[in-house]
């Protein structure tokens, strides 16, 4: 069987070396090479993992590639997807899809017409905790669910991440699209209306963007959210977010720390706490996912439909708060 061969698109987002790290791993699987308009940067993790780095998208796209990964800054998602899409089997697109749905659904439709797979970047779909969670939920342990109260804290990412034009939003966007993910994956539900308050600079004096929200939400089936999003934790904190979530149901509660399989390590060489994983991990079960949708020839896991509702939430909670007012979601 030969190798599956995967070009790696950017390394701006910070997802991109842990993904290069469980890929790197895997057995059958080739790294053909990366792209990054960073030299510093993409050549430096190009050197790591011994792959040959190219200036040019094309020159990459040209090396016989099964698949890439797409971490760019979340505007040049749009553009990267359209000059992959036709050339390689499949793209794993870090989240959100876009910043505007006008680019997400361009993307969907390219990969459309070219039959391109197109995968999102949700690695909490593949988390321990929460798989174990949706199990229970299939199951009925809780009987009819009330409601869930869900959190996706994180320290302030600074770089791009802060710069609207690339990023599309700060907190809020960041955050919201990996929570309303996995309700919709849990219920196979759409979020019906959502209210939010969002704060800019409030946590960060200067930022520019917003770094603080809170929505409150309700789904179709009929159970009532919220999803605290705000960029709330230390820069020394250990990992990117801290995704939690209390289910109510009228057999009782179900409270789950998507990050909760770890050890705790404090280092005086590193100079600081970090969580090292003793359980699999979600961006390891992501990327597997991915290899696999390539070698089976299937359709992907998380769609890019999947990505277009989870960013269209993002974009009405904004739209909410400018308005002070709740929004109804299109169905």
């Not at 987002?13 to 993409?42: K, P, T």
């Not at 430096?44 to 090396?63: E, I, N, S």
């Not at 770089?159 to 990023?167: E, G, I, N, Y």
């Not at 060489?269 to 992501?286: A, F, H, I």
Request: hydrophobic letters at 40%; proline letters at 4%; a negative charge.
């Amino acid at each position: 069987m030969s190798d599956i061969r995967i070009g790696m698109l950017s390394f701006a987002h910070m997802h991109a070396v842990s993904y290069l790290h469980f890929l790197s791993q895997m057995e059958g699987v080739a790294i053909a090479g990366i792209y990054d308009d960073d030299y510093d940067r993409g050549g430096r993790f190009a050197a790591q993992c011994k792959a040959p780095y190219f200036r040019r998208v094309d020159g990459l796209l040209d090396q016989d590639l099964d698949g890439v990964i797409i971490c760019s800054e979340n505007a040049l998602h749009a553009p990267l997807v359209l000059e992959s899409a036709g050339r390689v089997q499949g793209i794993l697109c870090e989240k959100p899809i876009a910043t505007t749905l006008e680019d997400g659904q361009a993307m969907i439709d390219r990969c459309r017409e070219t039959n391109t797979k197109l995968q999102i970047a949700f690695p909490m779909r593949f988390a321990p905790p929460v798989i174990e969670l949706k199990q229970q939920l299939d199951m009925g342990v809780l009987g009819e669910i009330y409601s869930v109260k869900t959190t996706n804290h994180g320290s302030m990412p600074g770089r791009w991440f802060v710069d609207h034009k690339l990023a599309g939003g700060g907190a809020v966007l960041d955050h919201t699209v990996h929570v309303i993910d996995l309700l919709r994956w849990f219920w196979d539900t759409e979020v019906e209306e959502v209210y939010a308050e969002v704060g800019h600079e409030l946590l960060h004096p200067g930022l520019g963007i917003d770094d603080v929200g809170l929505l409150s939400f309700r789904l179709a089936n009929g159970v009532f959210g919220t999803l605290d999003t705000s960029w709330s934790r230390p820069e020394s904190y250990p990992t990117w977010g801290d995704v939690k979530l209390d289910v109510l149901g009228e057999n009782g509660l179900i409270s789950v720390d998507a990050f909760e399989q770890n050890l705790q390590v404090s280092s005086e060489e590193d100079g600081k706490t970090s969580w090292v994983n003793w359980g699999s991990s979600g961006d390891e079960g992501l990327v597997a996912d991915f290899v696999d949708m390539l070698r089976a020839d299937r359709e992907p896991s998380v769609s890019g439909e999947d990505g277009q509702r989870a960013l269209e939430v993002a974009l009405a909670a904004y739209d909410s708060s400018r308005r002070g007012e709740p929004v109804a979601l299109p169905n």
